[in-house]
């Protein structure tokens, strides 16, 4: 592989993200591809003040822009001092969370114009999209429904939850090419062969030859 490639899992709070992006790094490590495994908001020393205002209870109300603008400021520093450098060392970046989840639980789960979320995301991420988005998707009562000391999101309430999961469908149904909608149900194993089918799909694309993500139009 000489190019990066981006690859980023989406979904509700407790469906299995982190432990896929980790078996997927495995995978790819074990086959020689070197990956970088992080996360947001929070895998960068600024990051990890905002990670704590966002989710700790304590921080109480938020405005939502305020709240919105906190995970863009966490997503453009990720970018430069993550992401970015990263692909451009020709490695996988696998990413738990990532403008589709600003857009979920910051548009639809706050009631912000998506559109002016969504510009805000596209200028933090200068336009940075992820090759592959994979969805983790699962009912919310099964999912954040189960977690027994929630954070400051994952408390947000039942039709938070539920606007944000139909806002991740509606983004994967938009953009089906780059999107891999799997149920977070099934055996962890099972998922992540499906992403490694996917993944190996990716790196045999010719048009992956250059050290840098995809930039949407």
Same mark, same amino acid.
């Given at each position: 592989?000489?190019?990066?490639?981006?690859?980023?899992f989406e979904?509700?709070?407790?469906?299995?993200?982190?432990?896929?992006c %980790?078996? $997927?790094?495995?995978?790819? %490590?074990?086959?020689?591809?070197? +990956?970088?495994?992080?996360?947001?908001?929070?895998?960068?020393?600024?990051?990890?003040?905002?990670?704590?205002?966002?989710?700790?209870? /304590?921080?109480?109300?938020?405005?939502?822009?305020?709240?919105?603008?906190?995970?863009?400021?966490?997503?453009?520093?990720?970018?430069?001092?993550?992401?970015?450098?990263?692909?451009?060392?020709?490695?996988?970046?696998?990413?738990?969370?990532?403008?589709?989840?600003?857009?979920?639980?910051?548009?639809?789960?706050?009631?912000?114009?998506?559109?002016?979320?969504?510009?805000? +995301?596209?200028?933090?991420?200068a336009? $940075?999209?992820?090759? !592959?988005?994979?969805?983790?998707?699962?009912?919310?009562?099964?999912?954040?429904?189960?977690? /027994?000391?929630?954070?400051?999101?994952?408390? /947000?309430?039942?039709?938070?939850?539920?606007?944000?999961?139909? $806002?991740? !469908? *509606? !983004?994967?149904? #938009?953009?089906p090419?780059?999107?891999?909608? !799997?149920?977070?149900?099934?055996p /962890?194993?099972?998922?992540?062969? #499906?992403? #490694? *089918? #996917?993944?190996? +799909?990716?790196?045999?694309?010719?048009?992956?030859? *250059?050290?840098?993500?995809?930039?949407?139009?």
């Amino acid at each position: 592989m000489s190019g990066g490639l981006f690859v980023v899992f989406e979904g509700g709070d407790g469906v299995g993200k982190s432990t896929q992006c %980790r078996l $997927l790094a495995e995978w790819a %490590r074990r086959r020689g591809v070197p +990956a970088r495994l992080t996360f947001e908001p929070g895998d960068t020393a600024a990051g990890r003040m905002i990670r704590r205002i966002v989710l700790d209870p /304590a921080t109480g109300d938020l405005d939502p822009r305020a709240e919105a603008l906190l995970y863009a400021a966490d997503k453009a520093h990720h970018l430069y001092e993550v992401v970015r450098p990263a692909l451009e060392r020709g490695e996988m970046v696998i990413c738990d969370r990532y403008v589709d989840s600003m857009l979920a639980y910051q548009g639809a789960g706050r009631v912000l114009d998506l559109a002016e979320v969504a510009e805000i +995301a596209r200028w933090a991420t200068a336009g $940075l999209v992820p090759d !592959l988005t994979v969805l983790l998707d699962l009912e919310p009562e099964r999912a954040v429904g189960t977690i /027994a000391d929630p954070d400051r999101v994952e408390g /947000a309430g039942a039709e938070f939850h539920r606007r944000a999961r139909a $806002l991740f !469908l *509606e !983004l994967a149904a #938009q953009a089906p090419e780059r999107y891999l909608v !799997l149920p977070a149900r099934r055996p /962890a194993d099972w998922i992540a062969e #499906q992403v #490694q *089918e #996917q993944v190996v +799909a990716l790196l045999s694309e010719p048009t992956l030859s *250059e050290p840098t993500g995809r930039i949407a139009p």
